[in-house]
């Protein structure tokens, strides 16, 4: 109800969606044992119903951040793929998008994406 108020009515929108973790495993080694394949199929599921109904609140021209904080491309690159074939996104861009694996950075690993609205 709150998303079709504010249907485009945004210049920005960070979407910091939920996600396995797997990109603190070097912070968190346990999230490896609570992690199950079905556990990981529904965060991907939830990924994507964000993906599909939240970036109806931009404006064209209005940016939107995807972001994880894992290394999986099914919770990152395939989501955004996916995102843009589809309905909802094929009025969306891919500007770029970068992933940090934690080995090579230092830091926790993680995804961003940034898309516009044509």
């Known amino acids: 109800k709150t998303i079709k108020r504010l249907k485009e009515s945004a210049d920005r929108l960070l979407l910091d969606v939920p996600c396995s973790g797997l990109g603190v495993l070097r912070r ?10 079905e556990s990981i199929e529904k965060v991907q599921q939830t990924q994507q119903e964000i993906l599909q109904t939240y970036p109806s609140m931009l404006k064209k021209g ?53 898309l516009r609205k044509k």
């Open 62 to 114: 209005g940016q939107l951040v995807y972001a994880t904080c894992s290394i999986l491309p099914s919770e990152n690159e395939l989501q955004v793929k996916k995102f843009l074939e589809s309905e909802a996104g094929k009025e969306f861009e891919l500007i770029e998008d970068k992933k940090v694996l934690a080995q090579e950075s230092g830091f926790d690993g993680f995804y961003i994406a940034v």
């Open 28 to 37: 968190n080694p346990d999230t490896k044992w609570k992690l199950s394949l």
